[in-house]
């Protein structure tokens, strides 16, 4: 059962290891699947492969007449980013809000993917926002896809928002009528929306990402992306039961958080699956237990925001030392054996950063360790075993836990396909794909191959034009680096708001960071429209003044993040120069406390310190 108080300490990971070979075989090992491309590797959603994105395999889209007409705000996307946006909005006594998405109902990323064995990789009691405000309580530590998704749409009945929602719509383009004082939204149904303001809330998990692999439009067979998952094709649910797939040979292309979910559900009712493998996921152990409903009577009014802050702290921070570890999972592991460690020293206070830094690469080094035996002692055949290891830094990649996706290599029906001297799948052909001039024959491609994170930021809004003052182009104006005033608003783009990871603050835990942004866009939308302005943006000095802020203030992660393995986390190594682009984008050095301290004290003064307004 999940209790209130986890009693956990440092866990028993190898000493006998070494750490100087071990960091020569994570460079050998990142070194053979760089590719010279970087992300350019990826085909963009368009034209042939624009089903991939576009296609609702959920909610058929039902004709509607355009919409044409003048509101105060529209949001862009009704996941949780979006969500939030609207809520906070509601709750400042703006109610003139639509909400425009895509999909064909609220949950961004938990409405697109249901991929069998959906659930939550981070702990739910953190994750999943606005638990207390809405007197919900997660039905498990990690809960289910489903749960989630059901959450969203809560969130949406909760503040009224599906009132005015416009679903199954595209944004095509954005453009800023200096005449109207307004943003013209352009959709793929020929609406014609005059937005007073637009929030930007798509978020980074919504844009499915495809391997550029040749010869992906001559295969014959069955073939969709995990977060459009097919079960006109598969049969059965996010349970399995895939009665569909009994005589189907089936490859699945990435071995991420999505296949790592699924494809112990894949190898159980499919004839054979075949999992192509370019690099290796850390998978723990998930242990994932029941909420116990007397933990829950203990809990005291902010008890969320408090798990948050300290999830952050054990994570984000490095260690809480003084603080017990609430969350006490794989996630943590790091931060409490790393103040192991600290409090063993004589004196832990003279402990310079250069020494805390060492201390917390040793554990790293032990931890990545254990869960290369992990996989040794779980997977009987040695060849698949050693293929499974993962050879980079904790936190190269997104960390993983799951109880089942190991053991399915025992099973005679499922082959493991490692693709990492190839850099990826070489070539697709009508009947399967080639690696290593093999050709596996397979009647069913699912590309979980994740989404557009650190890609060009054309791609990552999914939006063709982005036009500001003058016709000046976001894309443009951003292409050598984010230039906001917050990291939330940029000038010469008036009334026009983001969310997500430009120069802000970054918790451990992303719903927070889109609470606290939602919590600020809505106060300045608010104010302005109290105050009575048409027009408000950032002057040019405030906006130079916070970008040399984020600048001077920049922790340099550059060595790490290039040390590396390719993946989203470092831009897939930072090839076709574009560098090193973390996903991170430019965050705000002090932390995530420190950069919400900042902005209440902003708001505390009431003079919108940094901002023009006008009308």
Same mark, same amino acid.
């Given at each position: 059962?999940?209790?209130?108080?986890?009693?956990?300490?440092?866990?028993?990971?190898?000493?006998?290891?070494?750490?100087?070979?071990?960091?020569?075989?994570? *460079?050998?090992?990142?070194?053979?699947?760089?590719?010279?491309?970087?992300?350019?590797?990826?085909?963009?959603?368009?034209?042939?492969?624009?089903?991939?994105? +576009? =296609?609702?395999?959920?909610?058929?889209?039902?004709?509607?007449?355009?919409?044409?007409?003048?509101?105060?705000?529209?949001?862009?996307?009704?996941?949780?980013?979006?969500?939030?946006?609207? *809520?906070?909005?509601?709750?400042?006594? &703006?109610?003139?809000?639509?909400?425009?998405?895509?999909?064909?109902?609220?949950?961004?990323?938990?409405?697109?993917?249901?991929?069998?064995?959906?659930?939550?990789?981070?702990?739910?009691?953190?994750?999943?926002?606005?638990?207390?405000?809405?007197?919900?309580?997660?039905?498990?530590?990690?809960?289910?896809?489903?749960?989630?998704?059901?959450?969203?749409?809560?969130?949406?009945?909760?503040?009224?928002?599906?009132?005015?929602?416009?679903?199954?719509?595209?944004?095509?383009?954005?453009?800023?009528?200096?005449?109207?004082?307004?943003?013209?939204?352009?959709?793929?149904?020929?609406?014609?929306?005059?937005?007073?303001?637009?929030?930007?809330?798509?978020?980074?998990?919504?844009?499915?990402?495809?391997?550029?692999?040749?010869?992906?439009?001559?295969?014959?067979?069955?073939?969709?992306?995990?977060?459009?998952?097919?079960?006109?094709?598969?049969?059965?649910?996010?349970?399995?039961?895939?009665?569909?797939?009994?005589?189907?040979?089936?490859?699945?292309?990435?071995?991420?958080?999505?296949?790592?979910?699924?494809?112990?559900?894949?190898?159980?009712?499919?004839?054979?699956?075949?999992?192509?493998?370019?690099?290796?996921?850390?998978?723990? &152990?998930?242990?994932?237990?029941?909420?116990?409903?007397?933990?829950?009577?203990?809990?005291?009014?902010?008890?969320?925001?408090?798990?948050?802050?300290?999830?952050?702290?054990?994570?984000?921070?490095?260690?809480?030392?003084?603080?017990?570890?609430?969350?006490?999972?794989?996630?943590?592991?790091?931060?409490?054996?790393?103040?192991?460690?600290?409090?063993?020293?004589?004196?832990?206070?003279?402990?310079?950063?250069? /020494?805390?830094?060492?201390?917390?690469?040793?554990?790293?080094?032990?931890?990545? +360790?254990?869960?290369?035996?992990?996989?040794?002692?779980?997977?009987?055949?040695?060849?698949?075993?050693?293929?499974?290891?993962?050879?980079?830094?904790?936190?190269?990649?997104?960390?993983?836990?799951?109880?089942?996706?190991?053991?399915?290599?025992?099973?005679?029906? &499922?082959?493991?396909?490692?693709?990492?001297?190839?850099?990826?799948?070489?070539?697709? =052909?009508?009947?399967?794909?080639?690696?290593?001039?093999?050709?596996?024959?397979?009647?069913?491609?699912?590309?979980?191959?994740?989404?557009?994170?650190?890609?060009?930021?054309?791609?990552?809004?999914?939006?063709?034009?982005?036009?500001?003052?003058?016709?000046?182009?976001?894309?443009?104006?951003?292409?050598?680096?984010?230039?906001?005033?917050?990291?939330?608003?940029?000038?010469?783009?008036?009334? /026009?708001?983001? $969310?997500?990871? $430009? /120069?802000?603050?970054?918790?451990?835990?992303?719903?927070?960071?889109?609470?606290?942004?939602?919590?600020?866009?809505?106060?300045?939308?608010?104010?302005?429209?109290?105050?009575?302005?048409?027009?408000?943006?950032? $002057?040019?000095?405030?906006? +130079? /003044?916070?970008?040399? $802020?984020?600048?001077?203030?920049?922790?340099?992660?550059?060595?790490?993040? *290039?040390?590396?393995?390719?993946?989203?986390?470092?831009?897939?190594?930072?090839?076709?120069?574009?560098?090193?682009?973390?996903?991170?984008?430019?965050?705000?050095?002090?932390?995530?406390?420190?950069?919400?301290?900042?902005?209440?004290?902003?708001?505390?003064?009431?003079?919108?310190?940094?901002?023009?307004?006008?009308?």
């Amino acid at each position: 059962m999940t209790t209130a108080e986890n009693t956990c300490g440092p866990t028993d990971t190898p000493s006998d290891i070494d750490i100087s070979a071990l960091r020569e075989k994570y *460079a050998q090992e990142r070194a053979k699947r760089l590719r010279p491309e970087g992300s350019k590797q990826y085909v963009e959603l368009a034209d042939d492969f624009a089903g991939y994105y +576009e =296609t609702d395999p959920y909610t058929p889209v039902a004709p509607r007449d355009p919409i044409a007409e003048d509101i105060d705000v529209v949001v862009l996307g009704g996941g949780f980013g979006g969500l939030l946006s609207a *809520a906070y909005l509601k709750k400042a006594g &703006v109610e003139d809000v639509r909400i425009i998405e895509l999909g064909g109902d609220f949950g961004g990323v938990w409405y697109w993917n249901r991929y069998p064995g959906i659930q939550c990789d981070n702990e739910s009691y953190c994750y999943i926002p606005l638990l207390e405000e809405l007197d919900f309580m997660p039905s498990k530590k990690f809960a289910d896809g489903p749960e989630i998704y059901q959450h969203c749409r809560n969130i949406g009945k909760h503040f009224g928002l599906y009132d005015n929602a416009i679903f199954s719509t595209q944004v095509r383009g954005l453009s800023w009528d200096e005449g109207l004082e307004r943003w013209r939204v352009s959709t793929n149904r020929d609406d014609d929306i005059r937005a007073r303001f637009v929030v930007l809330a798509s978020g980074p998990f919504h844009r499915p990402k495809l391997p550029g692999i040749p010869g992906m439009k001559d295969f014959k067979g069955h073939s969709f992306h995990s977060s459009r998952w097919d079960y006109d094709y598969t049969g059965g649910d996010f349970t399995g039961g895939m009665d569909k797939l009994a005589d189907k040979r089936i490859a699945i292309i990435g071995t991420g958080a999505t296949s790592i979910q699924c494809v112990p559900f894949l190898a159980r009712d499919a004839q054979h699956l075949y999992v192509f493998q370019r690099t290796p996921s850390s998978v723990d &152990v998930r242990d994932n237990a029941p909420t116990d409903p007397e933990w829950v009577k203990t809990l005291t009014p902010g008890w969320q925001k408090e798990r948050q802050r300290n999830f952050h702290a054990w994570t984000f921070e490095g260690m809480a030392l003084g603080q017990p570890d609430l969350v006490c999972d794989f996630w943590t592991e790091l931060g409490r054996n790393t103040a192991a460690r600290v409090m063993a020293l004589d004196d832990p206070a003279s402990l310079t950063p250069e /020494q805390f830094m060492g201390i917390r690469e040793e554990e790293d080094y032990k931890i990545m +360790e254990r869960l290369r035996r992990r996989i040794a002692s779980t997977v009987s055949d040695p060849d698949t075993a050693e293929i499974l290891k993962p050879y980079y830094r904790f936190l190269c990649k997104r960390p993983l836990s799951n109880d089942e996706y190991l053991p399915t290599f025992n099973r005679p029906n &499922v082959t493991l396909v490692d693709v990492s001297d190839c850099k990826g799948v070489e070539r697709i =052909t009508e009947k399967g794909l080639i690696v290593g001039g093999r050709e596996y024959e397979v009647d069913c491609i699912i590309y979980a191959s994740g989404f557009e994170i650190t890609t060009e930021i054309s791609r990552r809004y999914s939006i063709e034009s982005i036009q500001g003052r003058g016709g000046l182009s976001l894309y443009d104006y951003w292409h050598d680096g984010y230039k906001t005033l917050h990291g939330m608003t940029s000038r010469g783009f008036p009334n /026009q708001f983001f $969310t997500g990871f $430009t /120069q802000v603050g970054i918790s451990a835990n992303i719903a927070a960071n889109y609470e606290l942004q939602g919590e600020h866009i809505a106060y300045i939308i608010a104010e302005a429209l109290d105050r009575g302005a048409t027009v408000v943006e950032p $002057t040019a000095q405030a906006q +130079e /003044q916070w970008c040399a $802020t984020i600048r001077e203030n920049a922790v340099d992660n550059s060595a790490f993040d *290039a040390s590396c393995t390719p993946g989203y986390y470092n831009n897939e190594g930072g090839g076709g120069g574009e560098g090193i682009r973390s996903h991170l984008g430019e965050p705000y050095g002090p932390g995530f406390y420190a950069f919400g301290d900042l902005l209440a004290e902003w708001r505390a003064t009431g003079s919108l310190e940094g901002l023009e307004l006008h009308g």
